[in-house]
T-cell receptor, first 113, second 115 residues
Framework: AQSVAQPEDQVNVAEGNPLTVKCTYS??????LFWYVQYPNRGLQFLLK??????LVKGSYGFEAEFNKSQTSFHLKKPSALVSDSALYFC???????????FGGGTRLMVKP | DTGVSQDPRHKITKRGQNVTFRCDPI?????LYWYRQTLGQGPEFLTY????????KSRLLSDRFSAERPKGSFSTLEIQRTEQGDSAMYLC?????????????FGQGTRLTVV
């Protein structure tokens, strides 16, 4: 069975500072990894994905994520945080069968001015 | 708006009543998913369709839950004899193709409150 862990319930960062939101995964076979963001009373918005190739993946709104196979991690990063980045972030993994996404519990990002 | 749309956005119902939710996926997407999200948790997979065929159902989907996608376009999720534990956000998503590398696009969800 596949699983995703987001070890931090909340991450606090000052505006302009770099941010990292952590994610580790467990899956049989090749992992297909995704990050989504959720704003209050909204659905999930796709940010970026890792399928194969470069370990550093760039996505929407200046976000990027680094895939590390040996550590089974896929941490979300941004060089300079904005107050508007404050939201709930979900990491997800899909297995080789490609049937469903399994989500982590989410990390709330708070960016303070 | 060409995204995934869900109706209604909010539903309050009394325990024991039946409710039905509708999802309209992005038009060219052949895969459609239903997820449930409770407060403070990540979305949990319920079921998915490839065109009109329901290919997988989670153990979370009890006998009181049924989903359909009769013509391979919109889908409905029905909950019979609702219980307070059914209170959650029900999310629909769609994706194209059959591959592992395609991202799913989510609707804004239907928030169900059972009183």
């Amino acid at each position: 069975a596949q699983s995703v862990a987001q070890p931090e319930d909340q991450v606090n960062v000052a505006e302009g500072n770099p941010l990292t939101v952590k994610c580790t995964y467990s899956v049989s076979g090749n992992p297909y990894l995704f990050w989504y963001v959720q704003y209050p009373n909204r659905g999930l918005q796709f940010l970026l994905k890792y399928i194969t190739g470069d370990n550093l993946v760039k996505g929407s709104y200046g976000f990027e994520a680094e895939f590390n196979k040996s550590q089974t991690s896929f941490h979300l990063k941004k060089p300079s945080a904005l107050v508007s980045d404050s939201a709930l972030y979900f990491c997800a993994v899909r297995d080789d069968a490609g049937n469903m996404l399994t989500f982590g519990g989410g990390t709330r990002l708070m960016v303070k001015p | 708006d060409t995204g995934v749309s869900q109706d209604p956005r909010h539903k309050i119902t009394k325990r024991g009543q039946n409710v039905t939710f509708r999802c309209d996926p992005i038009s060219e997407h052949n895969r459609l998913y239903w997820y449930r999200q409770t407060l403070g948790q990540g979305p949990e997979f319920l079921t998915y369709f490839q065109n009109e065929a329901q290919l997988e159902k989670s153990r979370l989907l009890s006998d009181r839950f049924s989903a359909e996608r009769p013509k391979g376009s919109f889908s409905t999720l029905e909950i019979q004899r609702t219980e307070q534990g059914d209170s959650a956000m029900y999310l629909c998503a769609s994706s194209e193709g059959q591959g592992m590398n395609t991202e799913a696009f989510f609707g804004q969800g239907t928030r169900l409150t059972v009183v």
